[in-house]
């Protein structure tokens, strides 16, 4: 399997080191031995190898912030279009920055390298959130896989957990999805105030400078859209769900809430009914009986629902490099096994 990476940042880098070491076990367990031919990305350059790359010398170029060009034939100005045409890759791995709005410029290259007739496995939320069913009708249609494990909890396995581990309709699920505010709540939980917790989770890296996106529930909402629509079957779009973050909670309140039996966390839940599949993300104070109540810091989990089981709750970790690396890894695996 050869593979072109379009994006080389945190989880690119994760993904080569998760490949480094688990290598070896791959090969002997699977026969699975996937080779990089090609990366581009718009900070570190392009490189182009044919023969693939020694992912010693992909990982200290990365580490050394130098130009990717010197492993191999680079080049100024290349697109992503043209690298993915020309690395004669059957994977085409996108780990570009998410855009929630547009889904750019994830989807123009995953629909790219779908009409190529090639692979696609990516971690970035945009373009499954406003394009999933699409994305995967185009896939089928060119006779390829489109897998996006990494988009929601990162490397604990979902989609392939609902793919092949069940065989019944999913019927809900209800979600701790988003780690840095569940991070902030567990903290408010402890006494400190709203800003006291996020600038702590900003000192520790869990919150971006501009926080929006975590706090007020976006990301949230785009993971259960990819949920709602790629688990559930249905066909919502972000503007469709009601959402509110977790800003407008009082400190107090959080923090007595666990003595009256009880934690707020910000839950998003879609559910499949006889008219459709709805959803919504916001803040809910759960009994502590509730699994979800029990998952701290920034830990994420879901809950499925399905007869006969009843509820399965998975609890892993939602973010890190090596973790999306692993589940674009898993990707991988799970392509190269419906090949053979
Ligand atoms: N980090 C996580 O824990 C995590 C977890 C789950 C999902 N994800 C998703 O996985 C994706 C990658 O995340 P990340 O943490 O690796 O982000 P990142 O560190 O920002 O890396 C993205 C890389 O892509 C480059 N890039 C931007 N536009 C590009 C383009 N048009 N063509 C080629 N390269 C381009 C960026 O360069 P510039 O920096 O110069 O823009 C950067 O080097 C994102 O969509 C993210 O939301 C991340």
Request: glycine residues 12%; proline residues 6%; negative net charge.
């Amino acid at each position: 399997m050869k593979l072109c990476l379009i994006g080389y940042g945190n989880v690119g880098y994760g993904f080569v080191q998760v490949l480094w070491r688990h290598g070896p076990w791959l090969r002997e367990r699977f026969g699975f031995a996937p080779q990089i031919v090609a990366v581009h990305d718009v900070r570190r350059g392009t490189v182009l190898a044919p023969e693939g790359l020694d992912l010693e010398a992909l990982s200290r170029a990365w580490l050394e912030n130098r130009d990717l060009g010197e492993l191999g034939r680079g080049g100024k100005g290349l697109t992503a279009f043209t690298v993915i045409e020309e690395s004669g890759a059957d994977v085409v791995v996108e780990l570009t920055p998410t855009d929630l709005r547009t889904g750019e410029p994830a989807a123009g290259h995953i629909r790219f390298a779908l009409a190529a007739k090639k692979h696609v496995v990516t971690t970035n939320k945009g373009p499954v959130a406003l394009y999933g069913k699409e994305l995967l009708a185009l896939a089928e249609e060119n006779g390829v896989c489109f897998r996006f494990e990494g988009t929601v909890m990162a490397g604990t396995p979902l989609f392939s957990l609902a793919e092949f581990g069940l065989a019944a309709p999913v019927r809900r699920v209800r979600g701790i999805l988003n780690g840095t505010t569940n991070f902030i709540l567990t903290q408010m939980e402890a006494g400190k105030t709203y800003e006291e917790a996020l600038r702590e989770a900003q000192r520790l890296g869990y919150a971006e400078t501009d926080p929006t996106a975590d706090v007020e529930g976006l990301d949230a909402l785009a993971k259960i859209v990819i949920l709602a629509n790629m688990v559930l079957g249905g066909d919502l779009r972000p503007n469709d769900v009601p959402c509110q973050g977790i800003t407008g909670l009082s400190a107090p309140e959080v923090h007595r809430a666990p003595k009256e039996g009880y934690r707020w966390k910000l839950v998003a839940e879609a559910v499949r009914t006889e008219e459709g599949v709805w959803a919504k993300v916001g803040p809910e104070r759960l009994p502590l009986s509730d699994p979800l109540a029990q998952v701290g810091g920034v830990l994420n989990a879901l809950t499925l629902e399905l007869d006969p089981l009843g509820a399965i709750t998975v609890v892993g970790p939602g973010a890190g490099p090596e973790v999306t690396g692993h589940a674009v890894l898993a990707d991988l695996l799970a392509i190269h096994r419906k090949q053979r």
